[in-house]
């Protein structure tokens, strides 16, 4: 019996999944690697698209799967350590561990039609402990997963809930069925825009040692942000991919189309707005606007000052953005006021000794040296020395990039900061 197939979506019923751990004997694996499968099983009717049905069911069993391995990750020795909050794990275990799919087929049940999908995962015990502390140590890429995970699970739940309502329509041509229908078709788009985010996600995690996003990650990014157009992560990781590329003017796009969709999501006042603007102001800044991108910081700054109040450390990072834009556009004088801006709050915020200290030294050398007072100059980089020397040791990076830098004011080198 052959599936008739259409775009026109009716109510997709509800969905049955489930789910076992599958032991190392059942599973063929070796003793010490727990393999976990989840089974999702999802009618549609005959005038429905299968493809609905396949994400709606593959979201299902994906959370289902990780869901039963969380308590595995929960139990690390660096989970407990770093004192991960419960809520945390599921996205620790999607960072980890990957998903497969190991059978997906549809088939006709009598007066409908099953999509059925099978995902296994596994756990390697002998390096998950160092996946676990790696994903730890970048909080920022773990809570994208968390944040990606939330959305999903709650876009389950909104097709769970539209299909019940659908189901309760009995008019198929009545104006509230085709509303229905039309939200419907709108929350499985979003959910299949997650899995495209969440795939880049996954593409990303395996780069990250490579410093840059890999280029299909932004082949999944476009996929998602067409499906939706209002997804603000996708169309901001679109600007980081490209900003790696050093294709600012492209990135910023990026970013401002991120930041409309965030606007509209969360408001002006939220701290992903802030962040949007810095991001958009960077982009500016590299792309040699600068004019644009101290009008990116200086929104950033308004939003900041009126969640976090004037000593925060996320604002001392934007007066730097700023002065680093004033310094490039040559006014040095602007610059050092903005430095000194961070400066001061980052001494009351962090202490004499923290690492953010050394850029907010090393800028004020360059700005002090830009506008020829090389005995100002000096005074910063030593600064800058010291506290590189005590946070960070002699032989960072960055503690011989300012060891440099003073070399050449003692020798009247190139100039410091070009």
């Known amino acids: 019996m052959t599936t008739k197939i259409s775009r026109r979506l009716q109510s997709l019923f509800t969905f049955f999944s489930i789910l076992c751990w599958m032991s190392p ?17 999802y009618p549609f009717a005959d005038t429905q698209f299968a493809e609905d049905a396949r994400i709606v069911a593959t979201a299902q ?26 809520e945390s794990v ?13 059978l997906q087929k549809s088939y006709a049940v009598d007066q409908s039609f099953v999509f059925e999908i099978t ?42 809930a539209l299909e019940a309502e659908s189901r309760q329509l009995t008019s198929a041509r009545s104006e509230e069925k085709r509303a229905v229908s039309d939200k419907l078709r709108k929350a ?21 040692l490579a410093g840059r996003i890999p280029d299909e990650a932004a082949d999944s990014l476009i996929k998602a942000v067409t499906l939706d157009p209002e997804y603000g992560d996708a169309w901001s990781w679109l600007g980081k991919v490209y900003s790696e590329k050093s294709e600012y003017g492209r990135a910023a796009d990026y970013y401002q189309k991120a930041l409309k969709a965030d606007v509209a999501a969360r408001g002006e006042n939220h701290p992903d707005i802030a962040v949007d603007y810095n991001r958009l102001g960077l ?49 040095f004088d ?39 007072d090389n005995g100002r100059a000096m005074e910063y980089f030593q600064k800058a020395l010291e506290v590189c020397r005590i946070s960070l040791g002699d032989n960072h990076p960055q503690t011989r990039a300012i060891m440099e830098n003073i070399e050449f004011l003692q020798t009247g080198g190139p100039s410091a900061g070009r």
């Open 188 to 208: 499985i788009d979003r959910l299949s825009a997650v899995a495209w985010f969440t795939r880049a996600l996954d593409l990303a995690s395996r780069q990250t």
């Open 119 to 160: 995902v296994k995962t596994q756990i390697n015990p002998a390096t998950l402990e160092a996946q676990a502390e790696r994903f730890l140590n970048d909080r920022d890429l773990l809570k994208k997963y968390q944040d990606t995970q939330k959305k999903a699970s709650d876009l389950l739940d909104t097709v769970s």
């Open 283 to 331: 982009a500016r800044h590299r792309n040699g606007e600068y004019d644009l991108a101290i009008e990116a910081y200086r929104k950033a700054w308004l939003v900041q000052i009126q969640l976090l109040g004037e000593n925060h450390p996320d604002i001392a990072a934007t007066y730097n953005n700023m002065g680093e834009a004033y310094r490039r556009k040559g006014e």
């Open 61 to 86: 069993a994906r959370r289902d799967v990780l869901g039963k391995a969380g308590p595995h990750i929960e139990n690390l020795a660096v989970v407990k350590k770093q004192k991960v909050p419960k």
């Open 334 to 372: 602007r610059a050092i006021e903005y430095y000194m801006k961070d400066l001061e709050i980052t001494l009351k915020s962090l202490g004499p000794n923290h690492p953010n200290l050394i850029a907010t030294y090393n800028n004020l050398g360059y700005a002090c040296h830009g506008k020829g």
């Open 90 to 102: 599921p996205a620790l275990a999607a960072a980890i561990l990957e998903i497969e799919t190991v």
């Open 25 to 41: 004997a059942t599973a063929g694996a070796q003793a010490d690697t727990p393999t976990f499968v989840s089974t999702v099983r």
